[in-house]
């Protein structure tokens, strides 16, 4: 009877083990999408705590951009991460003899849904929350020459994209918008300076953030050309900021064109010797 409950438990724990190896080779493969980007375009500013003037210049970045499915419905969700710091240089109008530089940090995270409307497009829509830090230089203002800047918003993400084939070449257009609806930002006193808030004065440096006093838009045109397991990418950036809090007022506008390289790669998992016969879901 002992032997006959052991052989029992034995063929019950080979079938669970069994179902459950097969269940983890069916799970589809999730590539993940990573992409390396250069920016450079036109910067227009604004920075009313430093100065009354208005700025024009040049900006420059590098960014990066990953995505992924989601593993809890892969066909449906996808997840992207991305980080992106950028150098603005700005002469004063109309002398131009001013300099103003402002430096730049952002990083931010976003879930969306997909719907494939018709072959070849596909609709993303869901939300977004980004953390950024970055600071203003003046030199001529000797005593209180910079200004700091420190946000972290959420907001809703959408898009649209389509891809077709022109000959052998795949190619992959989308067009992504965002815009903060609520979050927090630092801003200190009109006229207060940095030394008093190093003393201790650091009452109401943190506002409230809403599009009444905080407005940002983002609007992003890529389009990716593949070549065979190389993605080079080429596009155009277009965002814009204001912020006004104790009458210090923040403007800037700025328009970029994009280079860039991509490559869909796969974590390998020691427990699969192969991808073969399973399922791969891109997350574009």
Request: positive net charge.
């Amino acid at each position: 009877m002992c032997r006959i409950s052991a052989l029992i438990s034995v063929c019950l724990g080979l079938l669970c083990s069994l179902s459950l190896t097969a269940q983890k080779s069916e799970d589809p493969v999730r590539p993940i999408y990573s992409a390396y980007m250069v920016e450079a375009g036109s910067s227009h500013v604004a920075e009313t705590y430093l100065s009354p003037l208005h700025y024009d210049g040049w900006t420059v970045g590098l960014s990066h951009r990953r995505a992924q499915a989601m593993r809890f419905d892969p066909e449906n969700w996808l997840m992207e991460l991305g980080g992106r710091v950028h150098v603005d240089r700005t002469l004063a109008r109309p002398a131009r003899n001013v300099v103003e530089w402002r430096l730049a940090l952002e990083l931010d995270w976003a879930m969306m849904h997909k719907w494939l409307l018709t072959k070849g497009l596909t609709l993303y829509a869901g939300g977004f929350t980004r953390a950024d830090a970055g600071v203003f230089y003046l030199s001529r203002n000797g005593n209180n020459p910079a200004a700091a800047k420190a946000s972290w918003t959420i907001g809703p993400r959408a898009g649209l994209g389509y891809a077709i084939r022109i000959g052998k070449l795949p190619l992959a257009f989308r067009y992504f918008v965002d815009m903060p609806l609520t979050g927090i930002f630092f801003s200190p006193a009109y006229g207060e300076l940095y030394y008093e808030i190093y003393l201790g004065n650091r009452s109401g440096l943190v506002r409230g953030a809403w599009p009444g006093n905080f407005f940002r838009i983002d609007n992003t045109i890529t389009a990716d050309m593949r070549f065979n397991s190389t993605i080079l990418r080429v596009g155009y950036a277009s965002r814009v900021f204001s912020s006004k809090a104790s009458d210090i007022v923040t403007r800037v506008v700025s328009h970029s064109f994009i280079f860039g390289v991509a490559q869909e790669w796969q974590a390998v998992n020691g427990s699969h010797s192969t991808t073969e016969a399973r399922r791969i879901i891109s997350a574009y």
